[in-house]
């Protein structure tokens, strides 16, 4: 290792700009003769749009345009799409409506975009749009997922009973018939809180249309500004991949909310040739963030989990709700079956699964990715359920994991996915050293006698990411493949630039892309750069989210990293007078087997490019190679997390008091980011199982927690600081031996928390949030009890 | 948001004068309440009169009394030596008003103007039996907090300051609401110098408001032990999704418990 | 329109504001000082925090006229003659930024914190005093790490 290699802890290279005021998200920035948009949206949660008048609003001052559906189907601007299709498990294809990018005749949740004014400044737009007289007739509503099929309300009328599809997956009979044996046997219901992702950036969007040459640009907050660009071309029909340049510039943070393609980003684009080509910017308010980011989780589920009389696991049945929203969302599909029910083999060897999922449109907002993705919610299934299963034939919950462990890989388990590599003994091991498990009786008293209920929980997760090989998910439903692109330059000075189509939001590439090179090419951290974010300039890509820029992103850059070696060692053959195959490459100098010739990386740089000394016939001149990589496999990581709280009686009030987190990532390439991705993701855990919790108003369809003065953003008082630990089993698909790490996290934390709530309160289950009020509500059977 | 004129008088009495002129004039002080209101468009004043320009900020602490000038940020009663002498209640109040960045803009004349049933300083207000001075007269606490938003302030009038009596004892605990971290149920028990006990509830009810059942048990002994078995009600009580009514009327005794232990 | 002046990271400047112009508002769009973000409409994430003569304030709700005469230090200041405050430094140290949006108002929370509670800040007060600066990457964790380790260096 070096000191700016693999595994080094290197300072973060982009942190500079950021910490001076310099870095440049979308809304810093500013085009000339740039216009201002602000969106009408419908006030409610389901209803007819009989009529628009926009006379009044477009004498306002400042008003350049005021756009409804009628312009928008003028001009053939097709609607948001879903990008992956899901069978029901009678085969039919998934019941999609429409989703047009201003709304069409109805709206179907509150925040719906329903037209768009242009205005010469932000507050002109905002003051016009609330002059907008939009006739609503309203219809009745459903937000709740429990409740949508069964209720009278239609919301598209391609989706009969709301359902968009009913999934299975898993082997029905043989489930059923493990059940038949089984010695025990336990059952829970379980909801996953909707939350909403808070990225504090909020999204932005400026479109521009150059009429010289008939040519877009959108700069956008955007996780994968190439696939918005081939939505907004082939299925927008804006305008060819060719006359449309996307940008995502610096971008605070994602967390999945930042992947899908929005309304709000086509409309800038498509309208400024409208208003003659000048920029439109868009910059979400907050409180539109609440309304209209696509959320995440609500699933509601029912799971029974079949034992022997040892504990050992013989089955596991799952029935799940999972809400969409009032739309389809970009990716919504495939979160709540193959991101979540192939994992609902946790980290256990289960002879049969079989699981069935209803996706259900509600009144509310677009339900997709957000952190974790499908893996949290199955996670939490798992966990919650194998830690009540334990608690049930009073078996240490440890214990009871341990006895059904996967322990020889590769793994095939009955819900698809093939595990790799992995032990998870050793991290469930280090995870009680860390958590000093032993000690937690003596604790738990301590606690006791100052009116504190304690309690310890543990999650045992493992996720798939780095997804994955193209034709599979592609035969699953995948629109798109989900490979990467990279492009090494080599400049004839030898620095080096990466570009990338992995996109960096907080993650750090800028500096672990970086040192992947170091590593490579023996090259000064200082002369590498990675360019990110602009489809002008990096050939294609497929984005950042599901934790795969380090798996399918680096893999990549390592692919082409391959090449230039490879290139680069012809060159100084011919220069130095030698057979390719005697040159030897190490930190950065290449060598001549059996001889003292030797030239620095730089050197064989600068020759790629004079091209003085070899027949160009042979070799090409220049220093520069481009990779795409197709995984074989998803990544598995996995680990254990231990989380401990502390209940006050008298107000139900939770603290989290000490939380253990205990990852294997395979190989680690720069261990301070990797952990800051860790705290960063419990916290957001921590976040779901305490204080976060997305509240519709059942009886009105408003969202009640539609700002921070009601949505419980964690804050730094709300966090424990995390003790860290990792273990290692290479991945076996990637020369690298990498997993992921940006959603593990998100993904443990909520069950390892939830399950040291209800251990403290000596409860099967209470409802995420555990808020003070939640808790408090739960004392209350107990303490008249005791009473 | 919606444009207003903006006023920066330097006298209160200039500040009354444009006030009288304006047609929907509003005083802004710290603006912590008010700004926010007038992005979401809860508020759409024709003239913000800024009350900033009129240096009317300080503490002075007397043998009988605290008077904090109306222009007075929390932060600096926070941290002010003569209030956490005099009333250390006072200080942990205004300590734990929203975040550093609001207490270092916020101010007292704002906080009880404005009378937000969440706020803290109506709590003390009352709990002490604090005297309101206006640019008018002077009002005693229990006759300003009128009900929600609502005070015995005209339209014009200024609060210039707040004194507050010096207690023999005295405890302010609060129940943050989780997300917002105004109060959800804050108490202010004190003890005055004559032995009269005082019980002020913010964050639970339509605007702030005494427990005379407290105050009684609590003038025979002023322990956390005194309130055993007093129960409130939770009839009239705020409830919204972070806490039913009878959430708050629980938490009221908890919270008046540890105010009383907490009273120095 | 009015025109105002102020100080803004040493230097004199003026521009025009309506009476509804925010500080956050004249810094980034008036004086092209994009390092103060604005996270939220309701004064709670703490992105547009900077020092109005001294302390730190939510720039999101101040009057830019308000602050008229008022000298301010935003992000872009706090580096001195090209080197960096020892509070930012700690947050290079430590990681305590990922994305970096909620970066800027951290750091000028942080560098109050320690004018107000002095050098030696435990981990529960600097906890408390972040009350009012929002972060969804870090968890926290490293940026509590960074205002202790800064605190020290100031």
């Given at each position: 290792m070096t000191e700016t290699g693999i595994g080094a802890r290197v300072k973060r290279k982009e942190d500079q700009r950021f910490i001076t005021g310099k870095g440049r998200y979308t809304d810093d920035i500013n085009l000339k003769g740039q216009t201002y948009a602000y969106f009408v949206r419908s006030p409610h949660a389901h209803a007819t749009i009989k009529s628009i008048n926009t006379a009044k609003a477009a004498k306002m001052?400042?008003?350049?345009g005021i756009f409804t559906s009628k312009d928008v189907a003028e001009d053939k601007i097709g609607g948001l799409i879903c990008g992956w299709m899901i069978h029901s498990k009678d085969g039919s294809p998934m019941k999609a409506g429409p989703h047009p990018i201003l709304a069409q005749g109805k709206v179907r949740y509150?925040?719906?975009?329903?037209a768009v004014v242009v205005a010469e400044t932000k507050d002109q737009a905002k003051a016009a749009a609330a002059a907008v007289n939009v006739s609503y007739g309203v219809l009745p509503h459903v937000v709740d997922v429990g409740k949508s099929m069964t209720s009278?309300?239609?919301?598209?009328?391609?989706a009969p009973d709301n359902r968009v599809f009913n999934w299975s997956i898993g082997d029905q009979a043989a489930t059923d018939a493990a059940f038949k044996t089984a010695a025990h046997v336990t059952k829970i219901d379980l909801v996953n809180n909707r939350l909403i992702p808070?990225?504090?950036?909020p999204r932005a969007a400026i479109g521009s249309y150059d009429t010289g040459s008939d040519h877009y640009t959108l700069y956008t907050t955007s996780q994968n500004p190439h696939v918005a660009r081939l939505v907004i071309s082939?299925?927008?029909?804006?305008?060819?991949e060719h006359k449309l340049r996307v940008i995502a510039p610096?971008?605070?943070?994602?967390?999945?909310?930042?992947?899908f393609i929005y309304a709000e980003e086509v409309v800038c684009v498509w309208a400024s040739k409208r208003i003659g080509g000048r920029p439109i910017k868009w910059t979400a308010e907050r409180t539109e963030s609440f309304q209209s980011d696509a959320h995440g989780r609500d699933h509601v589920t029912h799971a029974e989990l079949a034992m022997d009389r040892?504990?050992?696991?013989?089955g596991f049945r799952v029935k799940t709700k999972a809400a969409m929203g009032a739309y389809l969302s970009?990716?919504?599909?495939?979160?709540?079956?193959y991101l979540y029910a192939?994992?609902?083999?946790?980290q256990y060897a289960i002879p049969s699964i079989y699981a069935e999922v209803d996706a259900i449109y509600t009144n509310t907002a677009p339900v997709d990715a957000y952190r974790g993705a499908g893996r949290p919610e199955a996670t939490y299934v798992v966990e919650r359920i194998v830690e009540t299963a334990a608690r049930e034939m009073k078996l240490d919950p440890a214990e009871f994991r341990r006895r059904n462990f996967?322990?020889?890989?590769p793994h095939q388990t009955p819900v698809i996915m093939c595990y790799d590599a992995g032990d998870y003994e050793a991290a469930l091991n280090k995870a009680l050293e860390l958590a000093d498990y032993k000690g937690f009786p003596a604790r738990k008293a301590a606690s006791a006698r100052n009116g504190k209920l304690r309690g310890i929980g543990f999650s045992a997760y493992i996720e798939a990411c780095g997804i994955a090989p193209s034709a599979a998910v592609g035969s699953l439903?995948?629109?798109?493949?989900?490979w990467e692109s990279a492009e090494v330059r080599v400049n004839p000075v030898g620095t080096v630039e990466i570009l990338t189509g992995s996109h960096s939001h907080g993650q750090g590439h800028e500096t672990t892309f970086a040192q992947l090179v170091c590593e490579r090419l023996?090259?000064?951290?200082?002369?590498v750069s990675i360019v990110h974010g602009d489809t002008d300039k990096v050939q294609f890509g497929m984005g950042t989210?599901?934790?795969?820029?380090?798996?399918?992103g680096m893999t990549a850059i390592s692919k082409a990293l391959d090449k230039i070696e490879a290139k680069a060692k012809k060159v100084a053959a011919a220069v130095m007078e030698a057979s390719a195959d005697d040159v030897e490459f190490k930190n950065g100098t290449f060598t001549v087997k059996g001889t003292d010739k030797k030239m620095a990386f730089g050197e064989v740089a600068l020759a790629a490019y004079v091209a003085?000394?070899?027949n160009s016939a042979e070799i090409e001149p220049g220093l520069k190679e481009g990779a795409f990589h197709d995984p074989s496999n998803f990544v598995f990581p996995a680990g254990v997390h231990i989380c401990e709280v502390e209940v006050?009686?008298?107000?139900?009030v939770t603290e989290v008091v000490n939380y253990v987190a205990v990852d294997d990532?395979?190989?680690?390439?720069n261990p301070m980011i990797v952990e800051g991705q860790v705290h960063g993701g419990i916290a957001q855990g921590i976040g779901q199982a305490l204080t976060e919790g997305c509240v519709y108003d059942?009886?009105?369809?408003?969202?009640?927690?539609?700002?921070y003065m009601d949505y419980c953003m964690p804050r730094a008082d709300n966090v424990p600081s995390f003790k860290l630990g990792f273990t290692m089993t290479k991945c076996p698909s990637n020369p690298l031996g990498m997993k992921g790490c940006g959603e593990a996290g998100a993904i443990a934390s909520p069950a390892a928390v939830m399950n040291a709530v209800t251990d403290a309160l000596g409860v099967r289950d209470l409802p995420m949030p555990a808020s003070p009020q939640t808790v408090w509500k739960a004392m209350q059977p107990m303490k008249k009890a005791a009473e | 948001m919606e444009n207003f004129g903006y006023h920066r008088p330097a006298k209160v009495a200039d500040a009354v004068k444009i006030m009288k002129k304006a047609k929907d004039g509003k005083y802004l002080s710290g603006g912590m309440t008010l700004l926010p209101a007038i992005k979401q468009g809860l508020a759409t004043p024709s003239d913000v009169i800024d009350?900033?320009?009129?240096?009317n900020a300080g503490v002075s602490v007397s043998a009988k009394s605290v008077t904090v000038k109306a222009g007075t940020a929390h932060g600096d009663v926070a941290a002010d030596k003569g209030v956490r002498k005099a009333i250390p209640a006072l200080a942990v109040l205004a300590s734990s008003i929203g975040d550093p960045h609001v207490r270092n803009r916020g101010t007292i004349g704002g906080s009880v103007a404005n009378n937000?049933?969440?706020?803290?300083?109506p709590a003390a207000v009352l709990g002490l039996g604090a005297t309101v001075h206006t640019s008018e007269r002077k009002i005693p606490a229990d006759k300003f907090f009128t009900g929600m938003f609502t005070t015995?302030?005209?339209?014009?009038e200024i609060v210039t300051a707040v004194e507050f009596p010096l207690p023999a004892k005295a405890g302010y605990a609060k129940f943050p609401?989780?997300?917002?971290?105004?109060?959800m149920v804050g108490v202010f028990v004190a003890k005055m110098k004559d032995s009269a006990v005082r019980v002020a509830v913010t964050g639970a009810g339509p605007a702030v408001f005494r427990i005379p059942e407290m105050e009684a048990a609590l003038a025979k002994d002023?322990?956390?032990?005194?309130?055993?078995g007093i129960s409130v009600k939770a009839k009239g009580l705020n409830s919204d999704m972070h806490a039913s009514a009878e959430y708050r009327a629980h938490l009221i005794g908890v919270m008046a418990r540890r105010a009383v232990a907490a009273a120095k | 329109m009015p025109a105002i002046s102020m100080k803004v990271n040493g230097k004199a400047v003026c521009g025009a504001a309506e009476g509804r112009t925010l500080l956050v508002e004249f810094l980034?769009?008036?004086?092209?000082?994009?390092?103060t973000h604005v996270?939220?409409?309701?004064?709670?994430?703490?992105?547009c925090v900077v020092h109005v003569n001294g302390k730190a304030i939510k720039s999101c709700t101040a009057l830019a006229m308000a602050c008229d005469g008022a000298e301010v230090t935003t992000i872009e200041g706090l580096a001195k003659n090209g080197k960096l405050h020892p509070m930012q430094e700690a947050f290079r140290e430590h990681h305590g930024?990922?994305?970096?949006?909620c970066t800027p108002g951290m750091i000028m929370a942080a560098v109050d914190i320690v004018k107000r509670?002095?050098?030696?800040?435990d981990e529960e007060t600097i906890r408390h005093e972040l009350e009012g600066n929002i972060c969804?990457?870090?968890?926290?964790h490293n940026i509590v790490k960074a205002v202790q380790a800064g605190a020290e260096k100031m």
């Amino acid at each position: 290792m070096t000191e700016t290699g693999i595994g080094a802890r290197v300072k973060r290279k982009e942190d500079q700009r950021f910490i001076t005021g310099k870095g440049r998200y979308t809304d810093d920035i500013n085009l000339k003769g740039q216009t201002y948009a602000y969106f009408v949206r419908s006030p409610h949660a389901h209803a007819t749009i009989k009529s628009i008048n926009t006379a009044k609003a477009a004498k306002m001052p400042g008003v350049v345009g005021i756009f409804t559906s009628k312009d928008v189907a003028e001009d053939k601007i097709g609607g948001l799409i879903c990008g992956w299709m899901i069978h029901s498990k009678d085969g039919s294809p998934m019941k999609a409506g429409p989703h047009p990018i201003l709304a069409q005749g109805k709206v179907r949740y509150v925040g719906d975009h329903v037209a768009v004014v242009v205005a010469e400044t932000k507050d002109q737009a905002k003051a016009a749009a609330a002059a907008v007289n939009v006739s609503y007739g309203v219809l009745p509503h459903v937000v709740d997922v429990g409740k949508s099929m069964t209720s009278k309300v239609q919301i598209h009328d391609a989706a009969p009973d709301n359902r968009v599809f009913n999934w299975s997956i898993g082997d029905q009979a043989a489930t059923d018939a493990a059940f038949k044996t089984a010695a025990h046997v336990t059952k829970i219901d379980l909801v996953n809180n909707r939350l909403i992702p808070n990225a504090m950036e909020p999204r932005a969007a400026i479109g521009s249309y150059d009429t010289g040459s008939d040519h877009y640009t959108l700069y956008t907050t955007s996780q994968n500004p190439h696939v918005a660009r081939l939505v907004i071309s082939a299925f927008h029909g804006l305008a060819p991949e060719h006359k449309l340049r996307v940008i995502a510039p610096d971008v605070g943070g994602g967390f999945g909310s930042k992947i899908f393609i929005y309304a709000e980003e086509v409309v800038c684009v498509w309208a400024s040739k409208r208003i003659g080509g000048r920029p439109i910017k868009w910059t979400a308010e907050r409180t539109e963030s609440f309304q209209s980011d696509a959320h995440g989780r609500d699933h509601v589920t029912h799971a029974e989990l079949a034992m022997d009389r040892s504990g050992k696991i013989l089955g596991f049945r799952v029935k799940t709700k999972a809400a969409m929203g009032a739309y389809l969302s970009t990716f919504a599909s495939c979160v709540p079956t193959y991101l979540y029910a192939t994992l609902l083999s946790g980290q256990y060897a289960i002879p049969s699964i079989y699981a069935e999922v209803d996706a259900i449109y509600t009144n509310t907002a677009p339900v997709d990715a957000y952190r974790g993705a499908g893996r949290p919610e199955a996670t939490y299934v798992v966990e919650r359920i194998v830690e009540t299963a334990a608690r049930e034939m009073k078996l240490d919950p440890a214990e009871f994991r341990r006895r059904n462990f996967i322990r020889s890989f590769p793994h095939q388990t009955p819900v698809i996915m093939c595990y790799d590599a992995g032990d998870y003994e050793a991290a469930l091991n280090k995870a009680l050293e860390l958590a000093d498990y032993k000690g937690f009786p003596a604790r738990k008293a301590a606690s006791a006698r100052n009116g504190k209920l304690r309690g310890i929980g543990f999650s045992a997760y493992i996720e798939a990411c780095g997804i994955a090989p193209s034709a599979a998910v592609g035969s699953l439903g995948a629109g798109v493949g989900l490979w990467e692109s990279a492009e090494v330059r080599v400049n004839p000075v030898g620095t080096v630039e990466i570009l990338t189509g992995s996109h960096s939001h907080g993650q750090g590439h800028e500096t672990t892309f970086a040192q992947l090179v170091c590593e490579r090419l023996g090259v000064d951290i200082n002369n590498v750069s990675i360019v990110h974010g602009d489809t002008d300039k990096v050939q294609f890509g497929m984005g950042t989210y599901g934790s795969r820029s380090g798996a399918v992103g680096m893999t990549a850059i390592s692919k082409a990293l391959d090449k230039i070696e490879a290139k680069a060692k012809k060159v100084a053959a011919a220069v130095m007078e030698a057979s390719a195959d005697d040159v030897e490459f190490k930190n950065g100098t290449f060598t001549v087997k059996g001889t003292d010739k030797k030239m620095a990386f730089g050197e064989v740089a600068l020759a790629a490019y004079v091209a003085h000394k070899f027949n160009s016939a042979e070799i090409e001149p220049g220093l520069k190679e481009g990779a795409f990589h197709d995984p074989s496999n998803f990544v598995f990581p996995a680990g254990v997390h231990i989380c401990e709280v502390e209940v006050d009686a008298d107000t139900g009030v939770t603290e989290v008091v000490n939380y253990v987190a205990v990852d294997d990532f395979g190989t680690i390439i720069n261990p301070m980011i990797v952990e800051g991705q860790v705290h960063g993701g419990i916290a957001q855990g921590i976040g779901q199982a305490l204080t976060e919790g997305c509240v519709y108003d059942t009886e009105s369809g408003q969202l009640l927690t539609g700002s921070y003065m009601d949505y419980c953003m964690p804050r730094a008082d709300n966090v424990p600081s995390f003790k860290l630990g990792f273990t290692m089993t290479k991945c076996p698909s990637n020369p690298l031996g990498m997993k992921g790490c940006g959603e593990a996290g998100a993904i443990a934390s909520p069950a390892a928390v939830m399950n040291a709530v209800t251990d403290a309160l000596g409860v099967r289950d209470l409802p995420m949030p555990a808020s003070p009020q939640t808790v408090w509500k739960a004392m209350q059977p107990m303490k008249k009890a005791a009473e | 948001m919606e444009n207003f004129g903006y006023h920066r008088p330097a006298k209160v009495a200039d500040a009354v004068k444009i006030m009288k002129k304006a047609k929907d004039g509003k005083y802004l002080s710290g603006g912590m309440t008010l700004l926010p209101a007038i992005k979401q468009g809860l508020a759409t004043p024709s003239d913000v009169i800024d009350l900033g320009g009129i240096k009317n900020a300080g503490v002075s602490v007397s043998a009988k009394s605290v008077t904090v000038k109306a222009g007075t940020a929390h932060g600096d009663v926070a941290a002010d030596k003569g209030v956490r002498k005099a009333i250390p209640a006072l200080a942990v109040l205004a300590s734990s008003i929203g975040d550093p960045h609001v207490r270092n803009r916020g101010t007292i004349g704002g906080s009880v103007a404005n009378n937000d049933p969440a706020a803290d300083y109506p709590a003390a207000v009352l709990g002490l039996g604090a005297t309101v001075h206006t640019s008018e007269r002077k009002i005693p606490a229990d006759k300003f907090f009128t009900g929600m938003f609502t005070t015995a302030l005209k339209g014009n009038e200024i609060v210039t300051a707040v004194e507050f009596p010096l207690p023999a004892k005295a405890g302010y605990a609060k129940f943050p609401n989780p997300a917002s971290r105004y109060a959800m149920v804050g108490v202010f028990v004190a003890k005055m110098k004559d032995s009269a006990v005082r019980v002020a509830v913010t964050g639970a009810g339509p605007a702030v408001f005494r427990i005379p059942e407290m105050e009684a048990a609590l003038a025979k002994d002023f322990s956390a032990k005194a309130l055993a078995g007093i129960s409130v009600k939770a009839k009239g009580l705020n409830s919204d999704m972070h806490a039913s009514a009878e959430y708050r009327a629980h938490l009221i005794g908890v919270m008046a418990r540890r105010a009383v232990a907490a009273a120095k | 329109m009015p025109a105002i002046s102020m100080k803004v990271n040493g230097k004199a400047v003026c521009g025009a504001a309506e009476g509804r112009t925010l500080l956050v508002e004249f810094l980034r769009d008036t004086l092209g000082l994009t390092g103060t973000h604005v996270g939220c409409d309701t004064s709670q994430c703490g992105a547009c925090v900077v020092h109005v003569n001294g302390k730190a304030i939510k720039s999101c709700t101040a009057l830019a006229m308000a602050c008229d005469g008022a000298e301010v230090t935003t992000i872009e200041g706090l580096a001195k003659n090209g080197k960096l405050h020892p509070m930012q430094e700690a947050f290079r140290e430590h990681h305590g930024l990922q994305c970096g949006f909620c970066t800027p108002g951290m750091i000028m929370a942080a560098v109050d914190i320690v004018k107000r509670n002095g050098k030696k800040l435990d981990e529960e007060t600097i906890r408390h005093e972040l009350e009012g600066n929002i972060c969804r990457c870090t968890g926290y964790h490293n940026i509590v790490k960074a205002v202790q380790a800064g605190a020290e260096k100031m």
